[in-house]
């Protein structure tokens, strides 16, 4: 079945530093990826999407390439602010029509002045 | 995307009781689904949602623990029935059009059973 695997967390860093947070996917087929941020208190927000191999996702400075020969689709971002502090959350859209939604376990990010 | 409603965003409740969550979409969607977020940890999916039959369960969870209703296509309910302390957690909406569009999700509702 589809899995996805993220980074462990909690992840804490500096303001202004770089930012990659690890998801690498199994699936059959060619599913859609997606990173997902949910902000304390509130409910997921769609961050980035790609839906093929090679494509970039990208959205307030956050990155993402979904890489097929590695199954990977790595969030960066260049320089990070106290207001990207939340939960992250890797997920895959199963190709095969069910449209249903694989979640990562989340990472939580915590940016310090 | 699409405007998403979750009521209500967030109650108490006693062992025993049942509480019934809204998802009410401001447009026509395809799909519709409920999440179950147990503190700290990621989201589960409950169920498809389908409109005017029974909603499709994943494994682990019952329609007479889970019962929910889709009359149409901007409309749901989830009733979380006869609860206990282990059903604390965020329940979300999402909905979707298919063709691997992403989901957007409504704010959650969480609970909390005394």
């Known amino acids: 079945g589809n899995s996805v695997t993220q980074m462990e967390g909690p992840v804490t860093l500096s303001e202004e530093a770089f930012l990659t947070i690890n998801c690498t996917y199994t699936a059959t087929g060619y599913p859609s990826l997606f990173w997902y941020v949910q902000y304390p208190g509130e409910g997921l927000q769609l961050l980035l999407k790609a839906t093929k191999a090679d494509d970039k996702g990208s959205n307030k400075g956050f990155e993402a390439t979904y890489r097929k020969e590695t199954t990977s689709f790595h969030l960066e971002k260049g320089s990070v602010q106290v207001s990207d502090s939340a939960v992250y959350f890797c997920a895959l859209n199963s190709p095969r029509g069910n449209e249903k939604l694989t979640f990562g376990t989340g990472t939580r990010l915590t940016i310090i002045p | 995307s699409a405007v998403i409603s979750q009521k209500p965003s967030r109650d108490i409740c006693q062992r025993g009781t049942s509480l019934t969550i809204q998802c009410q979409v401001d447009?026509?969607?395809?799909?519709m689904f409920w999440y179950r977020q147990q503190p700290g940890q990621s989201l589960t999916l409950i169920a498809t949602?389908?409109?005017?039959?029974?909603?499709?369960?994943e494994s682990g969870f019952v329609i007479d623990k889970f019962p929910i209703s889709r009359p149409n296509l901007t409309f749901s309910t989830l009733t979380v029935s006869n609860m206990s302390p282990e059903d604390s957690s965020i329940y979300l909406c999402?909905?979707?059009?298919?063709?691997?569009?992403?989901?957007?999700f409504g704010d959650g509702t969480r609970l909390s059973i005394l």
């Open positions: 999402s909905v979707g059009w298919g063709s691997n569009q992403p989901q957007h």
């Open positions: 949602a389908n409109q005017g039959s029974e909603a499709t369960y």
């Open positions: 447009s026509q969607v395809t799909m």
